[in-house]
């Protein structure tokens, strides 16, 4: 299976199932996604001895979408943007081999799967890496412009993120939970 191929374990998880995660997989690193002040009155808690990448975005494929650019009239810029990806690629780059690596948003479906994508795609060549998105979380959905992002940071513009409608093809046929249940 490409999940050996990496130098470290990956998985992927939803909000609701982060506790479970932390306790049972004991990651060493994290990429927290969550939506911007989603988690302000009760921030997410990590154990002191895991690296964390806590990022805050809206769930946007699109800058043309209505709320994309109903944001963009309030001057919000809470949308994936270059430097979402760079701080998940540099984020990426300091993770040591063996370690136990766990990326999480509200879902587990898009920003999460985008962010595993864009580790997974520093050792493996892009098919593989979407393989193995979809093999830990099969039903991902990954979220379309943090990996256009990651495309332009990696020197791949345009060979990774699918065509329109190509990521929803089947999704309603799919679970959305981790394989690793």
């Known amino acids: 299976m490409t999940l050996a191929k990496l130098p470290f374990t990956m998985r992927i998880c939803g909000l609701d199932e982060l506790a479970d995660e932390l306790s049972e997989f004991a990651p060493s690193y994290v990429v927290s996604i969550l939506d ?97 998105v979809m093999a830990l979380r099969p039903g991902a959905i990954p979220n379309r412009l943090l990996l256009k992002f990651g495309e332009k940071i990696l020197g791949v513009d345009g060979r990774t993120v699918p065509a329109p409608g190509d990521q929803r093809r089947g999704v309603s046929s799919r679970s959305i939970r981790s394989s690793n249940r």
């Open 36 to 132: 911007p002040g989603e988690d302000d009155g009760e921030p997410l808690v990590f154990p002191a001895s895991v690296s964390v990448l806590r990022l805050r975005f809206f769930d946007f494929h699109s800058l043309g979408g209505v709320v994309g650019k109903a944001l963009a009239r309030q001057g919000r810029d809470e949308n994936p943007c270059i430097d979402h990806a760079e701080a998940i690629i540099h984020f990426g780059r300091s993770i040591p081999v063996g370690a136990k690596v766990l990326c999480h948003c509200w879902a587990g479906i898009s920003r999460s799967t985008a962010a595993a994508f864009l580790l997974a795609r520093l050792h493996l060549p892009e098919a593989d890496a979407m393989e193995l």
